[in-house]
């Protein structure tokens, strides 16, 4: 499994882009930012999106890439999948023509740039070429984490969450797990924001890794650029070495 990370951060600034992750060259996880990491041909290879939750951070991406294939080719389309309350905010609250057009009907009904598919959580289902898993995880809105897995290599992706547990059981015991892409928003000191906000910091995840499969790296995303020297910090002071941040634009091959 290809694993190109677009967007390595829980927000924007400067170089840093929003959560997203294509893999395979055709399947987002997650949608913070697309465009202003890829060219167009790129853009038009994307078949698939899964999203952890409806937060901008996670879609933004989704309503530029709609624009990208509706103008550049015929028939190009991407199907979004997600848990049902994703989708119906998707739908009710970003793809409204108020806030950007409806392109479920763009260029037509029949021949739509955007398809929406309901997931079902706990299940494990067929997206493109993958095997996706969505498992509730603990945060402000509906969400969930995927367990992605190609056959042989599975990784799992946490979106936003604070503490947690349904995805650490249900990810025991994988075959073929290579990484755990874990979030961590907030340093230490904002721990009572993260409480509030359902998000990790370093200590949280010091926490965590016990819960977690053993022996398996684990890759963090979603740091708040305006935090990220400081939690970069605390999570080299992590007793284990298992922990490292993922670079953006970097491709992992698991
Ligand atoms: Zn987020
Ligand atoms: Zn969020």
Redesign the pocket.
Known sequence: MKIRVLGAF??EGLGHR??AFLVNDRILIDG?NVTGALTIPQQLSIEHAIVS?A?L??IAGLVYLTETLAFCEVGAAVTISSIDPVINTLRAGVFNNALWPDFSKIPHPDVPVVKYRTLVEDVEQRVGDLWVTPVPVSHTVPATGFIVHDGSSGVIYS??TGPTEALWRTARGLRGLRAIIL?C?FPNRLGPLAQVAK?MTPALIQRELDKLPPDIPVWIF?VKPQFHEEVSEELARLESGRVSILEQDKTYFI
């Open positions: 829980g927000g929003p959560s913070g939750h937060h951070d996670h979106g936003d979030e928003a998000h979603h």
